[in-house]
């Protein structure tokens, strides 16, 4: 079925089906749409409810000229013509639109559905305030005369028999003197939130979280490496690192916790698509280790 805009633009929008894996916070993460305006559109108070569509508002940062999975459409009403759907699905081009739509000429008719754009959320600028510039091939945590602090390891989903795991707390709860692995320094190849990964002050204490992972479905990553996870007990916004067995590394923002419900059981993260397809993985359920910098 196709995505439909409803309303008159500025203030138009389309209704999205979410699938199981998605909340509010995730739908907002991808459509460049802020959490709070997705919430008061759809009259909703928790970014964690379940609901099975949302109206996305379209503007100009997500309204994008660059193709993706979901093309955003509109159905032409009497007086429409491509110079005003042009201004009014902001600008992406008349040649643009004939082109995406097959038009021979600026003819359109009354009832005639045209693709308009696609939905997802603007990649920054490199280099611009909104996004840390990425001019050396390597970034580090830190500089390299000031140690990383002891980390301390939970396991949210444990497996091991080893006496000296408590298994009764899914959080936080395992003894600090569980070393964890060796990590390589941090570099900008794991993607647009590497050079974010460090700690805040010198108090910041290095967390380790072992676990399954799962997927959810997302639009953005793919090109712009801008990795997002959906973890429990970690404050939207932090910046954690994900591995898989020790040789591949990403990292990624925090959006919000992972929904309770029956198929995030035992869930310790749920990872977008991009962060999986970065990290090589191709199961739908898998371990990982997670990393992250708490303050004291």
């Known amino acids: 079925m196709k995505m439909l805009v409803l309303g008159k633009c500025p203030d138009c929008y389309v209704q999205y089906k ?64 491509l110079y005003r759907l042009n201004l009014q699905y902001f600008n992406p081009g008349i040649n643009k639109i004939k082109e995406w739509n097959q038009l021979k000429n600026e003819t359109v008719k009354d009832g005639e559905v045209l693709l308009v754009g696609y939905l997802g959320a603007r990649p920054p600028i490199i280099g611009s305030d909104q996004v840390p510039a990425q001019t050396s091939p390597q970034t580090t945590p830190q500089s390299n005369s000031t140690p990383l602090p002891a980390p301390v390891v939970s396991t949210s989903n444990p497996t091991t028999t080893s006496s000296n795991v408590n298994t009764t707390s899914p959080v936080k709860e395992t003894p600090k003197n569980i070393p964890v692995p060796a990590s390589p320094e941090v570099t900008a190849a794991e993607g647009y939130f590497a050079s974010q990964y460090k700690p805040s002050n010198e108090s910041s204490q290095l967390i380790a979280l072992s676990g399954s992972a799962g997927i959810f479905k ?28 020790q040789v591949k590394y990403i990292c990624a923002k925090v959006i919000g916790p992972v929904p309770e419900n029956k198929p995030n ?19 739908a359920i898998f371990p990982v280790i997670v990393q992250y910098f708490e303050k004291n």
Not at 218 to 241: A, C, E, K, W
Not at 265 to 283: C, F, H, P, V
Request: net charge neutral; hydrophobic share 45%.
């Open 218 to 245: 997302s639009i953005t990553g793919f090109t712009d490496q801008r990795y997002y996870v959906l973890i429990n007990d970690v404050i939207p916004g932090t910046i954690i690192r994900i591995t898989v067995d």
């Open 18 to 81: 979410l699938n199981a894996a998605e909340t509010p916070a995730t739908v907002a993460a991808w459509a460049g749409i802020p959490v709070n305006q997705l919430l008061k559109l759809n009259q909703l108070s928790s970014v964690e409810t379940i609901v099975p569509s949302l109206k996305i508002p379209l503007n100009a940062q997500n309204l994008l000229s660059q193709k993706s999975s979901l093309p955003v459409y509109h159905v032409v009403e009497k007086g429409d013509n």
């Open 265 to 283: 059981k035992g869930l310790l993260i749920r990872i977008s698509n991009a962060a999986a397809e970065a990290l090589g993985i191709a199961d």
